[in-house]
């Protein structure tokens, strides 16, 4: 089995910062993107940033220059550094992990989310 857990999440008020974590862990052979969504009530789930196993990144537009997404291969970890925030970056944010196990076969697992509300 594999696990997707995801922490960090909480109340900020605006400019302020947070830095959300997700860990895999269980039968994992290898871990290809990890990317992070977000939801906020009422729309659908939305990129918000992706890394590779190479390190290369990608981010949505409202995000660039705010957030950074790096991660720790050997600890199968990734982490999500928010600055600046925003009341409409109010969302639950999940993980999202591109894995191979160990069984055999290859899928994209989710973590059960963390909710980040931006408010003064």
């Known amino acids: 089995q594999v696990h997707i857990v995801e922490s960090g999440g909480g109340l900020v008020q605006p400019g302020g910062s947070l830095r959300l974590s997700c860990a895999a862990s269980g039968s994992i052979f290898s871990i290809y993107a990890m990317v992070w969504y977000r939801q906020a009530p009422g729309n659908q789930r939305e990129l918000v940033a992706a890394?590779?196993?190479?390190?290369?990144?990608n981010y949505a537009d409202s995000v660039k220059g705010r957030f950074t997404v790096s991660r720790d291969n050997a600890k199968k970890m990734v982490y999500l550094e928010m600055n600046s925030l925003k009341p409409e970056d109010t969302a639950v944010y999940y993980c999202n992990a591109d894995i191979v196990s160990l069984l055999g076969g290859r899928r994209n697992y989710w973590g059960q989310g963390t909710q980040v509300t931006v408010s003064s």
């Open positions: 890394i590779t196993s190479g390190g290369s990144t």
